[in-house]
């Protein structure tokens, strides 16, 4: 065999450990503060500023979790029913509308359509906390401050969003089942509805998604807009927790259940939609 022959197989091998290698590290950055985060939910305040995080002593998970619904008089759960209200259904209704408007840009014709998508397209480049000022002062305006309708109205838009539904309707929905539609009677919102919101399941779920996750995890808008606790999200109240931790210690080891819990349902949501959204990401990528 000549030499050529021999260093090609050594290349190949040399690059595939790289890659494992560079694999292996990423899996370890993303699952090792997951991993303290699940060791550190059930220990005790003394242990959590111990050296024997990893050792199964000093383990209190239950007794966490009774404080930390237990803690000013429930204040978590009231948070967490209002995040799963801001999120949930904040981000089925953009999704909704979000696909919706993708759908238009898609199929209709109007005037200065693709002007238009360019402005949706450079609002996906803003930053979300370079809006809060000017939502603020709209919201202000309204007298929607301090209400839940002044975090749950700005979230039901999403430029992004919009640009999916419009890279899915090209890629699920043919026009000549649209025109199909039409010559058998249907008209626009039947044909919309009926036949094409069900050949966009897929991309439906995929921007609800990515819905979720931002609005789960959106902070900086319920700070700027809230100042009642009782409408607070999960991430504004363990936040507030955390900076009292300083003064309290007993907030510390609420803190630290109360975000192992914040992520439960974006990992329950993303393993029982993962079927649509792997789906929804090939066609956006294939289209």
């Not at 292996?24 to 111990?50: E, I, N």
């Not at 309204?142 to 109205?153: E, H, K, P, R, Y």
């Not at 991309?203 to 009782?230: C, R």
Request: charged share 10%; glycine share 8%.
């Amino acid at each position: 065999m000549s030499a050529a022959g021999t260093t090609l197989p050594r290349h190949r091998l040399l690059g595939r450990a790289t890659v494992n290698t560079i694999v292996a590290l990423s899996v370890l950055y993303t699952l090792l503060p997951v991993l303290w985060l699940v060791l550190a939910a059930g220990k005790t305040r003394d242990a959590l500023f111990g050296s024997n995080l990893l050792s199964l002593k000093d383990f209190s998970f239950l007794t966490n979790l009774h404080d930390l619904f237990a803690m000013d008089d429930g204040q978590y759960g009231r948070w967490y029913l209002n995040s799963l209200l801001y999120a949930v259904v904040g981000a089925a209704l953009g999704a909704l509308i979000s696909v919706a408007c993708g759908y238009a840009f898609d199929k209709y014709r109007f005037r200065h359509k693709e002007k238009l998508f360019g402005l949706v397209l450079a609002a996906v480049m803003v930053p979300q906390t370079v809006l809060a000022l000017p939502l603020y002062l709209m919201a202000s305006g309204t007298g929607l401050v301090n209400t839940f309708w002044a975090v749950f109205i700005p979230v039901l838009f999403n430029p992004f969003g919009v640009y999916l539904g419009r890279i899915f309707s090209q890629g699920y929905v043919p026009d000549e089942v649209l025109e199909a539609a039409r010559m058998d009677g249907a008209g626009e919102l039947t044909t919309y509805v009926r036949v094409a919101l069900r050949m966009l399941g897929p991309g439906l779920v995929t921007v609800f998604l990515f819905q979720l996750t931002a609005i789960w995890n959106n902070f900086f808008l319920p700070m700027v807009m809230l100042s009642d606790q009782d409408l607070y999200p999960v991430s504004l109240g363990l936040y507030t927790w955390n900076s009292s931790a300083s003064v309290s210690p007993e907030y510390y080891p609420v803190v630290i259940m109360g975000s192992l819990l914040a992520v439960l349902p974006l990992i329950l949501a993303f393993a029982l939609l993962q079927r649509f959204w792997r789906s929804g990401l090939t066609a956006g990528a294939v289209k």
